[in-house]
């Protein structure tokens, strides 16, 4: 090569998979985002709280995704693949094909999504136990973690699903061995949602004493004994039957995965911010906290000595960022409540209507309609009589009581466009109370936060992220790349290419926020 030549560009592909869709970007080594496909997943809910989805459907929208964002590119010059998704639970037999987490015995149906709430009896059990373990999970354990959705099948589902499962994934681990054929676990999940501990491994008094033991007695093999930190290569990268279905080059190599929202906190905590005039240039990382927000919400900081937040998961070592112990804040739902909070209101159809129109989202069209009604007052006064309890799915953090429910205070007889935008407003402030009431907790117990990196979905909108500074009295730094968490994924890749060092020297080759 002649001194005048470049090297040819290095392009990482990152696929994430949400609560209702797959997204797939292609991301070159500064981080910038070049092209972008999503394709919807389907969602069962047979009954209240039972929440199912299909892994062969899943990973099909995997394929769809991962195709049209490669189009046009030298397939020589994508180094490296990276998966992030919502930490549900995969069953399959030993032979590897779906089972049935359902009384209707249908396989396809072989997935308990992580908002699944059937396993309040077993958690409520497991979480009399007082064993040590429920410690690095805020002192309760939630309904969401795998421990009683896999107490559930056994009690519930023992001919069917139980007896003859050979493999229980969490999704990002599912999603790597499909691309690999290597059943290693991702450090992340284990740890954050399987009561793994990264220094001392699986602890076996506690399957033991929750009616588990069948784990222990198989040396864990259906739930992973080969653990590997986020971004470690695994095995000899994507296999040939991978390659065909992703439209990618056998061999590739493929990472160890993340949890969705820890691909988001990863992608934006890392952030490079000088020259950009913001208050937080010069301080720690550890001042950051990094807010996932989409269907739900995730309050991700990290510390370089453990700080145990009661109702606050974790403190959880290198999960996200390796080498700094990570807290996970949560609410259950955030974007799925406003939402539902909009959609049934009675003037809905008629705010479609206006949004369409315009060729607005009903968002963009509120939050304009909002302005409108403000007169000479701040946005956020419009709410001073109406107010939200957003609890509609039990508490995560910091009460992690799941049996709480939402509430509305100040309803009038009314039903006209001004009280669903109120509505919405106030629903919109009572999720960044929640942030706030989260905030407060981390920092009684040790945390010093000064501020929010945001990203996801519901970063996009404004309102959310005006409301959020407003409410917690903290600066809002946003990613000039919106897909913070996609950006997260394809990190992996690069890092699992060995085209960096470390996660770390990825992140310091990110672009600017």
Not at 77 to 99: E, H, M, N
Not at 243 to 267: C, E
Not at 319 to 344: C, R, Y
């Amino acid at each position: 090569m002649s001194g005048g030549e470049q090297k040819p560009e290095r392009y990482y592909v990152g696929v994430d998979v949400g609560t209702g869709s797959v997204r797939a970007a292609l991301v070159d080594q500064s981080g910038v985002l070049l092209a972008f496909a999503d394709q919807p997943i389907k969602k069962w809910e047979p009954q209240f709280n039972h929440h199912e989805q299909s892994s062969e459907d899943i990973w099909a929208a995997c394929c769809v995704v991962t195709k049209k964002v490669v189009q046009g590119i030298d397939l020589n010059q994508i180094r490296g693949l990276g998966f992030d998704a919502t930490c549900s639970l995969v069953v399959l037999d030993k032979q590897f094909r779906p089972l049935p987490v359902n009384h209707e015995e249908d396989s396809h149906r072989n997935v308990i999504m992580w908002l699944d709430h059937r396993a309040v009896s077993q958690v409520n059990r497991i979480n009399e136990t007082k064993h040590s373990v429920l410690q690095y999970v805020g002192g309760v354990m939630s309904v969401e973690m795998q421990a009683p959705k896999l107490l559930w099948l056994k009690e519930n589902l023992r001919e069917t699903c139980w007896d003859k499962a050979g493999h229980f994934f969490d999704l990002p681990d599912f999603l790597s061995w499909k691309a690999t054929g290597v059943t290693a676990r991702s450090l992340c999940s284990l740890v954050c949602k399987w009561t793994y501990s990264a220094e001392r491994g699986w602890d076996d008094s506690f399957w033991k004493m929750i009616g588990l033991e069948d784990f222990v007695a198989d040396n864990y093999s259906k739930i992973g004994n080969q653990v590997l930190p986020p971004g470690a290569s695994l095995g000899n990268g994507l296999t040939p039957e991978a390659a065909r279905d992703l439209g990618l080059l056998p061999g590739i190599a493929v990472a160890a995965s993340l949890i969705d929202a820890h691909a988001g906190g990863l992608g934006v905590i890392g952030a490079d911010v000088k020259g950009h005039g913001l208050v937080c240039e010069g301080q720690p990382v550890t001042s950051r906290l990094a807010v996932i927000c989409g269907t739900s919400s995730c309050h991700m900081g990290i510390s370089k000595d453990p700080i145990f937040v009661p109702g606050v998961w974790g403190p959880y070592f290198s999960a996200m960022v390796p080498g700094f112990w990570l807290n996970e804040g949560g609410q259950s739902v955030t974007g799925k409540l406003i939402d539902h909070m909009v959609e049934g209101h009675a003037a809905f159809p008629e705010l479609q209507v206006k949004a369409t129109a315009r060729c607005q989202s009903v968002y963009a069209y509120l939050n304009s309609h909002l302005d409108l009604i403000k007169k000479a007052q701040p946005v956020g006064f419009l709410t001073v009589d109406l107010h939200v309890w957003p609890d509609f799915h039990g508490n995560r953090s910091p009460l992690a009581d799941l049996t709480l429910k939402g509430m509305v205070t100040g309803l009038k007889l009314s039903q006209d466009l001004d009280d669903l935008a109120i509505l919405y407003l106030a629903t919109v402030q009572a999720i960044a109370l929640g942030t706030r009431f989260i905030i407060e907790a981390m920092e009684a117990a040790g945390h010093s936060i000064s501020t929010l990196f945001l990203c996801g979905g519901l970063s996009k909108n404004p309102l959310f992220v005006q409301m959020h500074a407003d409410i917690t009295g903290m600066p809002v730094v946003l990613s000039q790349e919106v897909e913070s968490v996609l950006v997260g994924a394809a990190i992996l890749g690069a890092c699992a290419s060995g085209d960096f060092a470390s996660v770390q020297v990825c992140l310091s080759h990110r672009a600017r926020p």
